[in-house]
């Protein structure tokens, strides 16, 4: 079994800043990559910031400049610092990972979501 607890998410006036966490577990060897994305209303789900076991990173274009993707390997979570937000930011944030799994199988898996909402 393999969980992905996100949590962070809240109501936030625009301007603000959140910082999102998710925290992977379970039976899995290592960590692949771990990232964020989204879905806002009427949206289809996008990519929003990434980072794999080696420490590259990558945002989506809207975001840079403005969120941080970060980690801590020891507790197997990802983080997202979103600054200067937008009511464009506005969506459900989903946490990703990809996992190395027992056999050296690798396998995606997805947070349950949290709601970022931004006032204008």
């Known amino acids: 079994q393999v969980q992905l607890v996100e949590s962070g998410g809240g109501l936030v006036q625009a301007g603000g800043s959140l910082r999102l966490s998710c925290a992977a577990s379970?039976?899995?060897?290592?960590?692949?990559?771990m990232g964020w994305y989204r879905r806002a209303p009427g949206k289809q789900r996008e990519l929003v910031a990434t980072m794999t076991e080696g420490g590259s990173t990558d945002y989506a274009g809207s975001v840079k400049g403005r969120f941080t993707i970060s980690r801590d390997n020891a507790k197997n979570t990802v983080y997202l610092q979103m600054n200067s937000l937008k009511p464009e930011d506005e969506a459900v944030y989903y946490c990703?990972?990809?996992?190395?799994?027992?056999?050296?199988?690798?396998?995606?898996?997805w947070g349950q979501g949290t709601q970022v909402t931004v006032s204008s």
């Open positions: 379970g039976s899995f060897l290592r960590i692949n990559a």
């Open positions: 990703n990972a990809n996992l190395r799994m027992p056999y050296y199988v690798n396998q995606n898996y």
